[in-house]
């Protein structure tokens, strides 16, 4: 099993970045997905998530209306479109995939991918 985020990089505050991640090796429409990151010093936090169906089951109070969650069940991809990004949201941000992915760890995880927001 492997997920490959992509899609991070520097941007300027109030600008946006669309993240991907690509699974591969496993019947990914059956799995639940989601979006994590972890700031250096911090545990890692869900983001945002996803169900197999493809509506939306969270977001964090932080993120909510300026980022939103989605998937391609066909490509086996999940999608995170970031707008308005604030300097607080710089993180190594890692999808993961699993029977659920918000009440207990994702049973796969991505690399991770940098996200920098400069003020």
């Known amino acids: 099993v492997q997920l490959q985020a992509s899609g991070g990089g520097l941007v300027q505050a109030g600008g946006s970045l669309r993240l991907s991640c690509a699974a591969s090796?496993?019947?990914?429409?059956?799995?639940?997905t989601g979006w994590f990151r972890q700031a250096p010093g911090k545990e890692r936090d869900v983001v945002a998530a996803i169900r197999r169906s493809g509506s939306p089951s969270y977001y964090a109070d932080s993120v909510k209306g300026r980022f939103t969650i989605s998937r391609d069940n066909v490509n086996n991809t999940v999608y995170l479109q970031m707008n308005t990004l604030k300097p607080e949201d710089t993180a190594v941000y890692y999808c993961?995939?699993?029977?659920?992915?918000?009440?207990?760890?994702?049973?796969?995880w991505g690399q991770g991918t940098q996200v920098t927001v400069s003020s």
């Open positions: 090796g496993l019947s990914f429409s059956r799995y639940a």
């Open positions: 993961g995939a699993g029977p659920t992915v918000v009440t207990s760890p994702p049973e796969y």
